[in-house]
């Protein structure tokens, strides 16, 4: 799992509020990712990184923001949590040079 | 735009019996081609890739196999076992050229082998 952890691993919270959700990494592996899983339609990317504060746009980013200020950590804020954003989010890391991308274990996130 | 189209979205087989997995792709820039497993509550895992340079790989009872000209790879299971039940995605990458590597994935097919 290339040491990947998640935080938190479940979250509840109200439509209106932010939500900060953080991927920690233990391998120094130069990209990452956040993907959002949805019943019927599969793992959908959020955003990415390739590099420290180099970050970039995915499939369905509106709504979402990312920050990475130091190699191992990912940070994905939703600024005003809405109810279209409860989800399963992953987050993945991978090593320059190889192609596998390794995933963390998730955090469920509901929005009421 | 679905750039990867899987099927079937479930699958029941019996136990020593092939699972068969589908996908297609509509962008002839991907270069690799992996499946990732997931079980219930965990991240997906990556089980097997394969590279358009090849038609086919395979890995213990895991089968990859490529047909490039129809822009189609799909995932076999031989001799399924219990375990193997999970859901299966395929997905797609672009790996050079600035892409960043980044996977689009199909919509997932939940394999369920019953004993």
């Known amino acids: 799992d290339a040491g990947i952890t998640q935080s938190p691993r479940h979250k509840v919270t109200e439509t209106g509020t932010p939500v900060t959700l953080r991927c920690h990494q233990t391998e120094n592996h130069r990209y990452m990712y956040w993907y959002r899983q949805d019943p019927g339609h599969g793992l959908r990317l959020i955003h990415y990184?390739?590099?420290?504060?180099?970050?970039d746009k995915g499939e369905v980013s509106d709504g979402y923001s990312v920050s990475r200020s130091k190699t191992e950590d990912f940070l994905l804020t939703l600024e005003s949590a809405t109810s279209s954003q409860t989800s399963v989010y992953f987050c993945?890391?991978?090593?320059?040079?190889?192609?596998?991308?390794?995933f963390g274990p998730g955090t469920r996130l509901l929005v009421l | 735009q679905q750039q990867v189209k899987q099927s079937p979205q479930s699958l029941i087989v019996q136990k020593g019996g092939i699972s068969i997995i589908n996908c297609a792709y509509e962008?002839?820039?991907?270069?690799?081609f992996p499946w990732y497993q997931q079980f219930p509550g965990k991240g997906p895992a990556l089980l097997i890739a394969i590279r358009p340079d090849v038609s086919e790989k395979k890995e213990g009872r895991f089968t990859i196999s490529f047909n490039k000209s129809a822009k189609q790879f799909s995932l076999h299971i031989m001799d399924s076992q219990p375990g193997d039940s999970a859901t299966y995605f395929c997905?797609?990458?672009?790996?050079?050229?600035?892409?960043?590597?980044?996977?689009?994935f199909g919509k997932g097919t939940l394999l369920t082998v019953n004993p």
């Open positions: 990184s390739y590099g420290v504060k180099d970050t």
């Open positions: 993945a890391t991978k090593a320059g040079g190889v192609e596998t991308q390794y």
């Open positions: 962008n002839t820039a991907f270069d690799y």
């Open positions: 997905a797609a990458s672009k790996g050079s050229g600035g892409s960043n590597y980044k996977l689009t």
